[in-house]
Every structure is written in structure tokens, then in C-alpha cells.
């Protein structure tokens, strides 16, 4: 049932692909530029839409933060994320005009349907963004969208979080589209990357034997620091989060502009750096990070669309696809986080004192 491979964790991040074609299926026109989701939610509503809400809990969370990011370039909406156990609806915002998005694989965690209530409750439109076909969260809700990327076992969500900004991206164009903020034109070529993920990602895996002989090299190293801007920030929260899930390493992510704030006192020859070099991700500016970490003798490991990074320790291609590099380029810190785990024999699917849905709060 692992279809070969020795934990399913490793055989849902070579779904990848196949996952995606089945969330974009049928619902991209490249030709007029444009996305057909099936949703019933009112143009005037879209039209006067003041604010769109993410709510989500940990790898759901992190898609929310690609997504907000995604909504401001796309649709020129004002877009924010909470953790759901956090998520309050702050006085001065009107109801009538927030759109709350609870992000979740499973559709039964406590602390995003718990929000997702108090949205409703406070009189916001509600939509749920999951991969479980009546979940929960779907009887919770206004509308209802599938990341349709088939069953995921592990503990650990990875394609899960691909199809999730996927979908969130076609949920962006949608939104930009009916409000009138976003011309057929760069909906198409936006339609044209999110077709060019699967492949780049295709593309990436095939390169599982350098992640695997990168992450047999520094595993055993005193903790591992995930840096990226704009897009790519999330991808390095996202990152940390899943090599300490399962390796049971210290790993952490960083906006990379914040090393110099404070966790640059934590860089040593012994902590690698793993940044994101992307379009969509500032690499200028955090290509003057990773001179800063150098400069303490931090091996750097970097996940690169750039023709020039020749200095650094590693360097892990990531194929062309716009917006969507950074979401390519987290493939890489799977792999390298399962090398990591798997090197110490970790019990991957099932991390000791994680379950894969969290019904209580
Ligand atoms: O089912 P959900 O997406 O609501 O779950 C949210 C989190 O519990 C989940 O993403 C968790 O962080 C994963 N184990 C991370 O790999």
C-alpha cells in the first residue's frame, strides 16, 4: 500500500505531481484567462470585498501565509492570516465585507473550526479550503472548496500543502477577476505557472539522490535555520517545521531581513542555513543574508532559480514557474527533512506525540 516506498510520507511527496494535475483539473481556461471553481459566491459581494481572513493550525497555516501573499500581488486585496487558536474578529472591520478562509487538510481540527465559528458568528462570509469531502469544517461553512489531493497518511502533510496553495492561488485569481483587479492577460501567464508546477516539481524529485546525499552530510548537525522573504518566508517556516516534526532536530525558520535582529547570535560553523533564492522571494536582498551567515562560517545550503550561485556549499535548481518557484523549492526541504529523519532511523509517519488531526483544543 506504501507502493514501494518506506514510509508514506516518501511516497506523498512523489505524489506530488499527480496530486497537483488532479487539484488544477478542469478548472483553469488559460485561454480567456480565467477559473472555473464551481463557487456561488455573489460578484457584488466580491466586488466590495474589504478583507479576505486566513485561519489555519501549523503546515495549513503556512499555506494561508503563501496565500495572503498571493491575494495582495493577485487580487489587491487585503488579506491577513491567524493561527486559529489566536484568531479574535477585531472590532473595525465590517463583517459584511471580510471573507474568513479556514485552511485545513482534515477539516476536523478544533482550534480552525473553532474560529471559523467565531467568523460566522461575528457575520463574515465563510469558506473552507480542505481535502476532505464532508469534513466538519464543510457543514461549518458558506462555500466549500477540495485541494483534491487524494488521502494523506503521514503525520507529516506535504502534498497536501502543495494542492492547498494551489487551490488558494486559483481561489486568488477568482477573487482578482470578479473584483476587477486582475487584467486576462497576467491571469494567464499565472494559469501558465501553476500548469509548469507539476512538472517542476517532477523535476525536483528526480533529484532525490544530491537532497539525499546533502542531508546524510549535515544531519547530524546542532540545528538547522530555514531563511526566505516574501513567498519564500513561509516555505522556511514551513520547512523547519516539517525537519523537526520528524527528525526531532532544532530546526527553525526565519524571515531572512530578521537574522540580523537576533538569530544571528545562533549561527555557527555547525548550524546550516537553508535559504530560498526565487522569483517571488526578494533573492537579492536575501542573497545579502547569506553573505552575513557565511561570514560565520554557517554552510549554506540554497534552493536557487538564479544562474549565479556559484559560492555557496549546495545548491538545489529549482525549474522556472513564476510565483510558484518558492512552493517548488519546499519540495527540496521535504526531501531534505526526510533524508534527515530517515538517516536516524526516526518512526517518520508517526512522530512520537503528534497525531495527524488535532480534535481537541
Ligand atoms: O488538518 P489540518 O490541515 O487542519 O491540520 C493542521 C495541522 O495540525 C497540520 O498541518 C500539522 O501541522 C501537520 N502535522 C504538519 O506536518
Request: charged share 25%.
Amino acid at each position: 500500500e506504501k507502493g514501494g516506498y518506506e514510509h508514506y510520507m516518501l511516497k506523498e511527496i512523489h505524489e506530488q505531481p499527480q496530486a497537483l494535475r488532479q487539484t488544477i483539473s478542469g478548472r483553469l481556461d488559460t485561454d480567456i484567462g480565467d477559473v472555473d471553481l464551481n463557487l456561488n459566491i455573489p460578484e457584488e459581494y466580491l466586488q466590495s470585498l474589504e478583507e479576505v481572513q486566513f485561519v489555519a493550525c501549523g503546515t495549513s497555516y503556512y499555506a494561508g501565509e503563501y496565500a495572503a501573499r498571493l491575494f495582495e500581488k493577485i487580487a489587491d486585496v487585503r488579506a491577513t492570516v491567524s493561527l486559529a487558536s489566536e484568531y479574535m474578529f477585531d472590532g473595525g472591520r465590517d463583517p459584511s465585507r471580510t471573507l474568513t478562509i479556514a485552511v485545513t487538510q482534515s477539516g476536523e481540527t478544533a482550534d480552525t473550526l473553532s474560529a471559523i465559528r467565531t467568523a460566522a458568528e461575528a457575520g463574515a462570509r465563510t469558506l473552507a479550503v480542505t481535502n476532505t469531502l464532508g469534513s466538519t469544517v464543510t457543514r461549518e461553512v458558506d462555500d466549500s472548496m477540495y485541494i483534491r489531493a487524494g488521502p494523506e497518511i503521514g503525520v507529516a502533510a506535504t502534498k497536501t500543502f502543495a494542492s492547498q496553495v494551489i487551490t488558494l492561488a486559483m481561489l486568488s485569481v477568482y477573487t482578482g477577476k470578479r473584483c476587477g483587479s486582475l487584467s486576462g492577460g497576467r491571469a494567464s501567464t499565472l494559469l501558465e505557472n501553476m500548469r509548469a508546477v507539476p512538472g517542476a516539481i517532477q523535476q525536483v524529485l528526480d533529484r532525490e539522490q544530491q537532497v539525499k546525499a546533502v542531508a546524510e552530510e549535515y544531519a547530524d548537525s546542532d540545528a538547522f535555520f530555514f531563511i526566505g522573504r516574501d513567498l519564500g518566508y513561509p516555505v522556511a517556516l514551513e520547512g523547519a517545521l516539517k525537519l523537526k516534526e520528524i527528525s526531532y532536530d532544532h530546526a527553525e525558520g526565519f524571515a531572512s531581513g530578521e537574522l540580523k535582529h537576533g538569530p544571528l547570535a545562533l549561527v555557527t560553523e555547525t548550524t546550516p542555513v537553508l535559504a530560498v533564492l526565487t522569483e517571488g522571494s526578494r533573492s537579492e536582498k536575501t542573497l545579502n543574508n547569506v553573505k552575513e551567515v557565511q561570514a560565520r562560517g554557517a554552510p549554506v545550503i540554497v534552493a536557487s532559480s538564479m544562474e549565479n550561485e556559484k559560492f555557496v556549499d549546495e545548491l538545489f535548481k529549482v525549474p522556472s514557474a513564476g510565483l510558484f518557484e518558492p512552493l517548488v523549492a519546499n519540495v527540496y526541504w521535504q526531501l531534505f527533512a526526510y533524508h534527515v529523519a530517515d538517516s536516524k532511523g526516526r518512526p517518520i509517519d508517526k512522530p512520537r506525540n503528534l497525531a495527524k488531526s488535532v480534535t481537541v483544543e
